[in-house]
């Protein structure tokens, strides 16, 4: 039967697959833990409370790459080049999503604007991979290579959400709300489209390395198209509301080191 847990599964006893699903993973995070790093050292002066947080999300997100990279050395695997349409960060930026790079790259402080949108990008991005850490939590979380990994980053993503609820809502306080909603909402839309898409890219990624059959690729590509029509319809309202976390203060202590997994 054809499952979540099948599909990952298959995926993971393949070298290949295995470590396409780990290149694009650590790509990702990576890039996550660049974006953190430089939004903390420009976050203005009336926000300077804020950067051992963002700095904290940012080692996370390192962290998190380097777990990926040493699933792989450990297979004795290098990472492969990560496929453009595959690049999920690449393209939220490309729409327009979170603070350019460009932004990123100088010297001028950021804006309280700026770190709203920071923080709203992130809300909507740390529902998707809390969400999908959880999966690999509820089918992978004592499996002998993986499990460690999946645990310790699912409850660091979980911790990511926290932060960005939790901070957000302070900033709708102080009288940002409008702003918040109207951000969460542009980044959620836009952020479905792109999950489709880079979904769609890697299934096919994953079906050439596995080869499989057409029916079943054609199975796959159809569910995610209805998880698409599912969120279009309603579905990215999830993405967007905003409560105080049981978890608060999240990100208020230093990140945790990586385990070794050679």
């Known amino acids: 039967m054809l499952s979540a847990k099948s599909l990952f599964q298959e995926i993971l006893d393949n070298d290949e697959s295995f470590r396409l699903f780990c290149s694009i993973a650590a790509s990702g995070e990576s890039q996550g833990g660049w974006e953190n790093a430089r939004i903390a050292a420009l976050v203005p002066q009336s926000e300077r409370a804020l950067a051992p947080k963002i700095t904290r999300h940012g080692a996370d997100?390192?962290?998190h790459g380097r777990i990926f990279n040493a699933l792989m050395k450990k297979r004795g695997l290098e990472p492969v080049e990560v496929p453009r349409a595959a690049d999920y960060t690449m393209l939220l930026e490309r729409?327009?999503?979170g603070l350019a790079h460009e932004k990123l790259k100088g010297d001028q402080p950021?804006?309280?604007q700026d770190i709203v949108v920071y923080l709203a990008h992130s809300r909507v991005t740390e529902q998707r991979a809390?969400?999908?850490m959880e999966l690999l939590r509820k089918h992978f979380a004592d499996h002998p290579v993986i499990g460690r990994a999946v645990r310790m980053i699912s409850d660091d993503e979980d911790?990511?959400?926290?932060?960005c609820h939790e901070e957000l809502l302070r900033f709708a306080a102080?009288?940002?709300g409008r702003m918040i909603q109207r951000t969460l909402r542009e980044c959620a839309l836009a952020e479905i489209r792109v999950y489709r898409d880079v979904s769609l890219a890697v299934m096919a990624g994953m079906g050439r390395i596995l080869?499989?059959?057409?029916a079943k690729s054609a199975v796959l590509a159809a569910g995610i198209h209805a998880i698409y029509l599912y969120e279009r319809l309603g579905g990215w309202r999830?993405?967007?509301s905003l409560k105080m976390p049981e978890r608060r203060n999240a990100l208020g202590g230093p990140a945790s080191t990586a385990p070794e997994f050679a």
């Open 238 to 240: 999830r993405m967007v």
């Open 174 to 176: 102080a009288g940002h």
């Open 110 to 112: 950021l804006t309280v």
């Open 61 to 63: 997100e390192d962290k």
């Open 211 to 214: 080869g499989w059959p057409k």
């Open 95 to 97: 729409n327009g999503i």
């Open 159 to 163: 911790n990511h959400l926290a932060y």
């Open 130 to 132: 809390s969400e999908e």
